[in-house]
Structure formats: C-alpha cells, structure tokens
C-alpha cells in the first residue's frame, strides 16, 4: 500500500449527470461567450465593456478575491472549511496599512501577509484542535479581526498625519509598469473597434497594461499553487487530509501537522489579499475596506469546483462585475443585460433539447423580461450596478451547484487515532 492509495477518491469518476467539463469544451465556451459578447457591444455601442481600460481594472480587482479564494482552497482541501477569510483579510489591510506607511510598501506587504496567518492561527487552534464548528469559528474570526481592527486605528492612526480613526496615513506606491511594445499595440487595436479582434486585444491588453508587481506575483500563485498541491508529495498529503484523513493517517500523515499548515498558508494568502486592498487598490487603509470580498472569494473557490484554474476564472467574473463600478457602470451594465438575455436563449434550447420542458419554459419568460428590459430602458441605476458582482455571485453559484464536488471530508470533525 503506497501513499497514492490516499489520493483514490481524486480519481473517481464523476456523479452521474455531472459530466466533467473538459478543457476543449471549456474553451469553446470562452470562446462563444466572446464573440456572443463582441456582437452585443457592436449592437449596444457600449464600447467599454471589452476596452483594455475595463479590463485592467478588472484585474485589479479580480487579484485580492482571487488571493482570498486560494486561501480557501488551500485549507478546504485539507478539510478545513475557512469562512474567516473575510477576517483574515481585514487583518491583512490593517496590518498592510500600519506597517506601510511607516516602513514602505513592501513591508506593509509582509506585515499584512502575517496578519493573515495571526487570524489563521486562531482558526486552527479552533476548528483542528479543539473541534469547533468550522463555520462558527470563522464568523467569530470575522466579528473580532472586525472589532479589533476598529479599535487599534483609534490608537495608531488617529493622530498620525493625514491618518483618523477609520482611516489611515497615506502610504507609498509600489508603481506600475506597461510591457513594452506589446501594451500600446493591444490598447490601439482595442480602440479600432473591429469585431472580436478589438474585444480580444482589450482582454489581453488589460493583462499587460498598468500592472503591480504584486499584481503579477498574484497571478503566478495560481500556476504556483496547483503544481504544489497536484505534483508534489506535500500537496498529495495536505489534499489526503481533505479526502480521507483516517486514511492518511493509516499511512503516516501527520494529519494535524498538515491541517494547521494549510489554514495558516490560507491565512496568508488572504491577508496578501488584504494587503493589496491597503497598499496597491487604494494607498490607504479604510474602514470596511473588504466590503466581503473574503466572501466573494470563497465564492469563487466553489464555482471554480476546488481547483485554482476555475477559481481564476471565477474571480475574473467577479472582478469584471466589480469593475462596473469604476468605469461607465449604468450603460455598461445594460448591454450585460443583452448579452445575459441571449445567454438565457441558448439556455432555453439546451433545457429544450434536455426534454425538461417546465426548465425551458421558466428560462424562455426570463429571457423575455430581459430583452424588454433592455429594450424599454437606456441605462440602469446606479443601485443595481453597486450591487451586480453580488447578484452574479449568486446567479453563478446557482447554475453551478449541479456540478460541485467538494473534498469528502471538508468541515468534517476529526480527531487523532479516531480510525483504530
């Protein structure tokens, strides 16, 4: 019996009915959803919402919940359910904050990322040694790193320069820079407006342009991730404690051991998250900074199924929605509601062709309110904008359900010694 053995219910094949979304077909998604998305800009005249602009702040905004949600999947799968990022994060601003203005930006960075690990330990200390509920733990982190944030910026920043008690000092910029040549090139196709050429050179333009150099170290962790979790003998031991951890102790894990080292790298990729919230978002820390996106990127850790490349993907969206908020939101948004009404008729068809006909009928009268929406309107309120990335949240994760599979034994109890 090898260690492999403890990997085995990675191997299972799929639910029935969940057929597994392979990469081809995923690309033929994307690939439909762009040029679906290039015809509705030519139809709505709302150039924006593929300009290299647009989707450079949405990469700005995409990293911090991108960040939080590699924190969840680091503990989850080693079967540690971490709904305290959202606390773990406000630490990371706080601590980005008050280390940063004095000390620069890099140590800012350092300080959030062990503000972070601060919550987490907490967190490990709570639901591995002591069994608390996973769920209770993580809102109590919540309520305190919220609380405690509060009450140290009465006393640190209130009477430092520029800084008051919701608010910190301003603190130094880590810069940005464009990749040469290739920046301009994308942002001057983009600005032709050509169909689906215009719209991919502003989605790669956005990736090249206005960068944070901890923008691309944030962006690397994804890759990063994946192959330490997937290639290596850490990552096979850490995923066995989120699968079977009777198991994995039967083989010699020390299951504890990897269950407090992924809550505390999760801890500390979502204080990194919170950093850069402090540090490159904004140059201050602010009261509510997060305004939940901890939650947001545990969001994005399940619609992306507990794996780093749909999770990417996940924050992408959710950082594209967030971004409407930025630039041009009440008439990008109302071409979203075109592209979303004709998104529901290809729904319509393929619940159609499924024979669910009730399904059809439902998606085909949403559909239809869509397209008069839009047709009867010029451009939405401001409210709906404010509140789309968390309209699209739980749209996302509703269409998606279907399709989860969780680590087998996430949030479950476990105690040493419990197999024999």
Not at 33 to 42: D, E, G, K, N
Not at 384 to 393: D, G, N
């Amino acid at each position: 019996m090898t260690t492999a053995t403890v990997a085995k219910p990675q191997t299972q094949a799929p639910a029935k009915g969940g057929r597994r979304l392979t990469l081809p077909v995923l690309l033929l998604i994307v690939a439909g959803v762009l040029i679906l998305t290039s015809a509705v800009r030519l139809i709505s005249g709302a150039d924006g919402i593929t300009s290299t602009g647009q989707m450079s702040t949405a990469l700005r905004l995409a990293v911090p919940i991108g960040l939080a949600g590699l924190g969840g999947l680091w503990a989850e799968r080693a079967g540690v359910v971490n709904i305290g990022l959202e606390g773990m994060m406000i630490l990371g601003t706080w601590f980005g904050a008050w280390a940063g203005y004095q000390w620069g930006p890099w140590a800012g960075i350092a300080f959030g990322i062990l503000g972070g690990v601060l919550g987490a330990v907490l967190h490990a200390i709570a639901t591995v040694t002591f069994n608390v509920n996973h769920i209770v733990s993580g809102v109590a982190l919540n309520i305190l790193a919220l609380g405690t944030t509060r009450y140290l910026s009465k006393f640190t920043f209130a009477d430092a320069p520029g800084g008051s008690t919701k608010q910190s000092p301003p603190i130094d910029s880590l810069g940005t820079f464009d990749i040469p040549g290739l920046s301009h090139w994308l942002d001057t196709l983009n600005e032709k407006h050509w169909f689906l050429v215009s719209d991919i050179a502003g989605l790669l333009g956005g990736l090249v342009t206005d960068l944070s150099p901890l923008t691309v170290i944030a962006v690397a962790l994804v890759p990063a991730s994946w192959w330490v979790l997937w290639r290596t003998a850490f990552g096979l031991r850490l995923r066995s404690c989120g699968e079977n951890p009777v198991a994995a102790e039967s083989l010699g894990v020390n299951v504890y051991k990897y269950k407090y080292l992924a809550v505390i790298i999760s801890g500390g990729f979502a204080g990194l998250g919170g950093a850069f919230l402090s540090i490159v978002a904004s140059n201050v820390y602010l009261d509510g900074q997060t305004a939940g996106r901890g939650y947001i990127g545990l969001a994005a850790m399940i619609f992306g199924n507990w794996m780093p490349g749909g999770l990417a993907l996940g924050a992408g969206l959710f950082g594209y929605t967030d971004s409407l908020n930025l630039r041009g939101g009440g008439t990008n948004v109302h071409a979203l509601i075109l592209l979303l009404a004709v998104l529901l008729v290809f729904g319509v068809v393929y619940l159609a062709w499924k024979k669910r006909v009730v399904s059809a009928a439902v998606t085909a009268a949403v559909a239809a309110l869509m397209f008069v929406w839009y047709l009867t309107t010029d451009e939405v309120p401001q409210q709906l904008v404010s509140a789309t990335p968390y309209i699209v949240t739980l749209l996302v994760l509703s269409f998606s359900a279907q399709r989860l599979r969780m680590p087998k034994a996430d949030g479950l109890p476990y105690r040493k010694g419990q197999g024999k």
